[in-house]
């Protein structure tokens, strides 16, 4: 039946050249659309402005040509989304990052593959495989609540130590939540404290080095794949600082592996096994860690990072929203000095429903997207196998028609029983993507997110004081100000 059915869809929908979308041009496609003068001048940077517009003109599909690569299509609409990501086959393909593709295709003695976020096809499930069944259990990741409550307080004893005298930080304040989300994710990756948030790092210590390393890389991931790709002709200035910044991140993660490998040496293997050493014991090549752990630092710095401080933003922007979360936070974890536990962690309603509110308005990725390996049907068009489908899921989640008053801050949506509870397509927003390829991390993620707000809340009011903030992407959604919070002593 199935098939009949699909047959009628197809018989009955319209052609892929249908699709509404900017008119493609010789040469540059629709690329004109973000020129300035004859396009409309938002760069892609400002991608939710950009999509905003679009979506005025064309509605809830459209499409972009771009000389060179798979054809793209947007959809805004959840029904779609849904349609997406239940027909993914077994090995999903998600695009971008060819820059580090192309890095780790030079250095061949290290990289045996191109690793779990940039492979695809049966190579990418062999390591995810493997890796998920370690990083994603969920006693594994609560192994890491006391270290990573112990990162919290550190960052919290940082801000102390460099807050000014007028409790505003200053405008690089997000370089500090880069340096708290990389001290977290090497704990676990790296299994060991990078010190990251030291208070006499050295310009030149390895941590130091590392924090510019990686900040460095996603500037220049950004800046080639977003421009001309000259970079694939020949190798450009930037191309070669990329390099030479993943060179500092693969030595230094290829030292601390071999440590572990050499101290698992002599290990009996009766006590725990971090989430490192389990990797490098139960099937998975030396190599192929290397790759896994420099991926979980290349995704899981930005992304915490940035998640964090619009979490941060909007409890200062909700004062009244900021003192319940305060009082859940007191009531169930304790006043500052007490740490939460698994226990603790899993009786804080309000905290996660914060969490969630936050995601919807500021998404780390503004859209998931898949290369379809099947044709579909999407919004009454036929989309060819082998398109990039982006679903747009920060512009779906500020739709009225999803989330009522969708622009506002109200983590009330996200409780069971609440008067406002939201009842939305369960497709419109997917913060850590979906299916088999959905973010390994995830686990890892939301403990850091959860133990530093607790700690923030335990110890600080937290106001912001200047302009609206919103976002821009640097392969991951970014705050667009500075982030120039108070932190007030409580
Ligand atoms: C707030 C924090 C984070 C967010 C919002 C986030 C979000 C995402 C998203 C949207 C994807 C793509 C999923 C898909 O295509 O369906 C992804 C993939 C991934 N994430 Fe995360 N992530 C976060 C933190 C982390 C952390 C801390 C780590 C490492 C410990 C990590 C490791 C990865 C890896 C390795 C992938 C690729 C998975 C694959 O292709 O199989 N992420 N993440």
Not at 8 to 21: H, I, L, M, S, Y
Not at 47 to 53: G, H, I, N, R
Not at 434 to 462: P, S, Y
Request: net charge neutral; proline share 7%; with cysteine.
């Amino acid at each position: 039946m199935s098939k009949r059915m699909s047959a009628t869809e197809f018989d009955n929908a319209k052609p892929f050249d249908q699709v509404p979308g900017l008119r493609v041009l010789p040469i540059i496609g629709t690329t004109w659309g973000m020129f300035p003068y004859v396009g409309d001048g938002i760069p892609i940077s400002r991608m939710l402005e950009l999509q905003k517009l679009r979506f005025k003109q064309f509605g809830y599909i459209w499409r972009d040509i771009v000389p060179g690569r798979p054809p793209i299509v947007y959809t805004a609409r959840p029904e779609d989304v849904e349609k997406l990501f239940k027909s993914e086959g077994k090995h999903p393909v998600r695009p971008g990052m060819d820059t580090i593709k192309a890095y780790r295709a030079q250095r061949v003695k290290d990289f045996t593959s191109a690793g779990i976020l940039l492979s695809s096809g049966d190579a990418w499930w062999q390591t995810r495989s493997k890796a998920q069944q370690t990083i994603l259990k969920p006693k594994n990741a609560t192994h890491y609540i006391p270290v990573l409550n112990d990162i919290a307080e550190d960052f919290i004893d940082r801000i102390r130590l460099i807050r000014p005298e007028n409790n505003e930080m200053k405008p690089d304040f997000i370089n500090e939540m880069y340096r708290w989300a990389l001290e977290s994710v090497g704990v676990v990756g790296l299994n060991t404290r990078l010190g990251c948030l030291r208070p006499d790092l050295a310009p030149d210590s390895e941590a130091q080095k590392l924090i510019n390393a990686a900040n460095f890389s996603f500037d220049a991931i950004n800046d080639l794949e977003h421009n001309f790709p000259f970079w694939k002709f020949f190798v450009t200035p930037m191309l070669q600082k990329l390099y030479d910044a993943q060179d500092f991140l693969t030595d230094t993660t290829i030292k601390y592996i071999s440590q572990t490998v050499e101290a698992l040496k002599g290990s009996s293997f009766d006590s725990y096994l971090s989430i490192l050493e389990q990797l490098l014991v139960r099937g998975m090549e030396p190599s192929d860690v290397i790759t896994m752990v420099i991926d979980m630092l290349m995704a899981g710095v930005d992304t915490s990072a940035n998640t964090s401080a619009f979490l941060l933003y909007y409890l200062a922007r909700n004062p009244e929203k900021q003192e319940k979360l305060r009082e859940e936070i007191l009531s169930v974890v304790g006043p500052k000095g007490s740490s939460p536990t698994a226990s603790t962690l899993n009786n804080l309603p309000y905290l996660k429903a914060c969490i969630k509110e936050s995601f919807r308005l500021m998404p780390a990725a503004n859209a998931n997207a898949r290369i379809t390996d099947k044709d579909l049907v999407l919004s009454g068009y036929i989309i060819p196998k082998g398109t990039l489908v982006a679903a747009l899921h920060q512009l779906m989640a500020r739709l009225d028609e999803n989330f009522p008053e969708a622009e506002k801050f109200i983590p009330e949506r996200w409780i069971k029983g609440d008067p406002q509870e939201s009842h939305h397509h369960p497709y419109v927003t997917l913060p850590f993507g979906c299916g088999t390829r959905m973010c390994i991390g995830r686990k890892i993620a939301e403990l850091e997110i959860q133990q530093l707000t607790i700690k923030m809340l335990q110890n600080f009011k937290v106001e912001y004081d200047h302009e609206d903030m919103s976002c821009f992407m640097r392969m991951t959604n970014m705050p667009d100000k500075p982030l120039l919070f108070k932190f007030i002593d409580l």
